[in-house]
């Protein structure tokens, strides 16, 4: 079965310095691995996805994340956090062996991230 | 386009009550979602529908309805509402061109009281 483990309920960083958010997965097959985030009193908003190709993708805002398959991570990163980039941000993995609605997006449970001015 | 859209933004219900949460899309997606956000447990899927006509219980179905009117529109009910669908809900819907990436919609907060 596919699951997400999004570690940290909260992170918190200076804006300027550099920001992680974690993200681990479970899959049977490839994975095809989302950010989303919600700002306050809104819907989720696509940032980044990988699918295959290049480790490191690079998505809206400054936002990257890094594909790890030894570890099977997905981390989020952002060389210089700003204030606005405080929001709640899902990680999501579904498998990439099959196409359709049937197979599920699954979600983690989210990391608020809190950046201090 | 809109994207995905969703009424109400609020609502406020009492034990018992039913009520119909509507979700539209203007994307002319296949694949369209219901889910439920609640602190610490992230998004629970509760139906889905993967054409028009036919639907399916995700994660957590019970006390919940669902009919996909057509292409466009994916309505949620709640028969008798209780405390414990106190939440927000989101509508969502699936590209398949763009290797499923699903879309969102602004959301439902709902009370129970």
């Known amino acids: 079965a596919q699951s997400v483990a999004q570690p940290e309920d909260q992170v918190n960083v200076a804006e300027g310095n550099p920001l992680t958010v974690k993200c681990t997965y479970s899959?049977?097959?490839?994975?095809?691995l989302f950010w989303y985030v919600q700002y306050p009193n809104r819907g989720l908003q696509f940032l980044l996805k990988?699918?295959?190709?290049?480790?490191l993708v690079k998505g809206s805002y400054g936002f990257e994340a890094e594909f790890n398959k030894s570890q099977t991570s997905f981390h989020l990163k952002k060389p210089s956090a700003l204030v606005s980039d405080s929001a709640l941000y899902f990680c999501?993995?579904?498998?990439?062996?099959?196409?359709?609605?049937?197979?599920?997006?699954?979600f983690g449970t989210g990391t608020l991230l809190a950046v201090q001015p | 386009n809109a994207g995905v859209t969703q009424t109400p933004k609020f609502q406020v219900l009492k034990t018992g009550q039913s009520m119909t949460l509507q979700c539209a899309q203007d994307?002319?997606?296949?694949?369209m979602y219901w889910y439920r956000q609640d602190p610490g447990m992230g998004l629970r899927l509760i139906y889905y529908?993967?054409?028009?006509?036919?639907?399916d219980k995700g994660e957590v179905p019970n006390g919940y309805n669902v009919s996909r009117l057509n292409k466009r529109e994916f309505s949620l009910r709640l028969e008798s509402a209780a405390p414990s669908q106190t939440s927000v809900y989101f509508c969502?819907?699936?590209?398949?061109?763009?290797?499923?990436?699903?879309?969102f919609g602004p959301g439902t907060r709902l009370t129970v009281l």
């Open positions: 999501a993995v579904r498998d990439g062996r099959y196409g359709g609605a049937t197979n599920k997006l699954i």
């Open positions: 899959v049977s097959g490839n994975p095809y």
């Open positions: 990988y699918i295959t190709g290049d480790n």
């Open positions: 994307m002319n997606h296949n694949s």
């Open positions: 529908s993967a054409s028009e006509g036919t639907t």
């Open positions: 969502a819907s699936l590209s398949e061109s763009s290797y499923n990436e699903q879309f």
